[in-house]
């Protein structure tokens, strides 16, 4: 029983960094319709960027985790004006195509720099955030990547509910020509989506690499997870997301726990293709209203 | 004092070309005097919508381009200049077809239209939209996909009013409306450029009631402006009577074969 419970608590705060990171996906997919294949590569920036200011230039963790955010929040921004606008009005192969080569030139510059090697980070974390509940143990680190997931959806839920450019980024989802032509500046809010996801990738980054320490190619893996979370999810449903990162969290670690880690990546994709079968929307895809 | 003075909007000359082939203004001059409601008439594919889109700056997306004459607003001209800029210089579109956002509620949709500037506040402004649009007051928290044609149709105006439009250009407002809501939503363009002194484009196939609210009125017929005057003379133009207001000139009305190539079908682009 304590093995089950240990396996469900790791698998829900893993599964909600998943969906956590996906939010980035699904909100890029929302705003401009693009696919993203470089997200794990955004997930690894951050994770790599926190590993250099901890270790190599010693910064206090919570300052050295803000650099990081802001960082990544700034390279979303620039990665969005440099390689995706001037695609802007091309066919949508073409900057898919795109960030299919900006995955590899980024695993490139990292495996450049770090080496394909496992890294971990010193442990920092304080032993008080641990939780003793009866005989069942959570490890700190499950409870602040937890905490922080659950901080991160919340600011993502106000944000995008009442204040103003969370609002204009929702109507150019909704209704780009209508957004244009309030003037909605529709460019800005591709360049937002681009800067809010990497910042969101980056915080699943570290925190995933809290857990399972960190290496170039499993954390660019996790970009391709993204593809049966948000699939599960619908690919244009927020809350779809969270439910279906966590599914797949869960699954991975009963996977690992109950039959074989060996089978731990595979799991999810034939999931995914199972779920596909049946339900082609996902399970949490929008309702289409139908009115006008 | 020069004509661009009378003029909030002028439009000298300009053809207008979709993927660089396509032409479908040819040749096109307006102008719209400041706080006056001008009304463009004519049937399907005479080229309104682009017209007013050759204005918002909307062409773009559609790969459409202004290849020739010049487009004036308030004595700058706004032919090159982007959506994102004619709509901070206060030119503001409603669209054809009512597009809301349907995912987003009523009052999220008026929020919208403060993007032109967002940072300011909007209450008063909300205000005034349900001042003009009672009905929407109720409907604050509903999603607007689930609004009625005629509601829906007030939203999107009140989006637009949100804006502070110096010039609004109106596609179609009547489109797929019951007579009695056509009447209410007709009653109100009025009254806003009454009471706002909002300058209006109309545009309309419903001549009949566009020609009792507006004080001008050009035809238009495969890209070109073919008949223009005030509303007072078109309504009695046997040509503008017949084909567009439904009254046969002559009594004995004409074969149906010939009205109908002035009443295709909507297309769906
Ligand atoms: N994006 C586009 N690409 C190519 N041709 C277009 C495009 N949009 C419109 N057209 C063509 O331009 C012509 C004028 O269309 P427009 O929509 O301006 O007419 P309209 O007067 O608004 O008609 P309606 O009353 O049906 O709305 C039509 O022949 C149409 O097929
Ligand atoms: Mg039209």
Known sequence: ?292 | MGASNESLLVINNISVVYSDVIQVIKGVSLKVPRGRIVSLLGSNGAGKTTTLKAVSGLLKPENGRVTDGEIVFDGEKIHNLSPEEITRLGIIQVLEGRQPFKYLTVEENLRVGTATRWMKPYRQDLDLVYHYFPSLVQRRKTLAGYLSGGETQMLVMGRALMAHPRLLLLDEPSLGLAPLVVREIFRIIKRINEEQKTTIVLVEQNANMALRIAHYGYVMENGRVVMEGDSGYLRGNPDVKEFYLGVSAGGASRSYREVKSYKRRKRWL
């Open chain 1, 1 to 292: 029983m304590d093995f089950f419970i240990h396996l469900f608590i790791n698998g829900l705060s893993v599964g909600l960094l998943y969906g956590v990171s996906a939010l980035g996906f699904v909100m890029i997919f929302k705003s401009s319709s693009v696919l993203n294949f470089a997200h794990g590569q955004l997930l690894a920036i951050g994770a790599f960027a926190f590993l250099v200011l901890v270790s190599w230039l010693k910064l206090p963790v919570a300052l050295a985790f803000l650099v990081t955010l802001c960082g990544s929040f700034a390279l979303g921004f620039a990665v969005e004006r440099v390689f995706l606008r001037p695609l802007i009005g091309e066919s949508l192969i073409f900057v898919i195509m795109l960030t299919v080569g900006l995955a590899s030139m980024l695993k490139g510059i990292l495996l450049l720099f770090f080496g394909g090697n496992l890294q971990t980070y010193p442990d920092f974390l304080p032993g008080w955030l641990a939780v003793q509940a009866g005989s069942v143990y959570i490890p700190p680190v499950y409870v602040a990547s937890s905490l922080l997931g659950i901080v991160f959806l919340v600011l993502f839920g106000l944000f995008f509910k009442y204040s103003p450019q969370g609002i204009f980024m929702r109507s150019v989802a909704d209704n780009q020509t209508a957004a244009l032509s309030l003037g909605v500046h529709v460019k800005k809010v591709f360049a937002l989506s681009w800067a809010i996801a990497a910042m969101v990738a980056s915080m699943s980054g570290v925190m995933l690499g809290i857990i399972n320490g960190i290496n170039v190619h499993e954390i660019s893996s996790i970009g391709l997870k993204v593809f049966p979370v948000v699939i599960l999810g619908g690919l244009d449903s927020i809350g779809g997301a969270i439910i279906g990162g966590m599914i797949i969290g869960l699954l991975e670690t009963f996977t690992s726990g109950y039959i074989s880690p060996s089978l731990r990546d595979v799991i999810p994709y034939i999931v995914l293709v199972a779920i596909l079968l049946v339900k082609p929307y996902g399970l949490f895809g929008l309702v289409e209203i139908e009115r006008v």
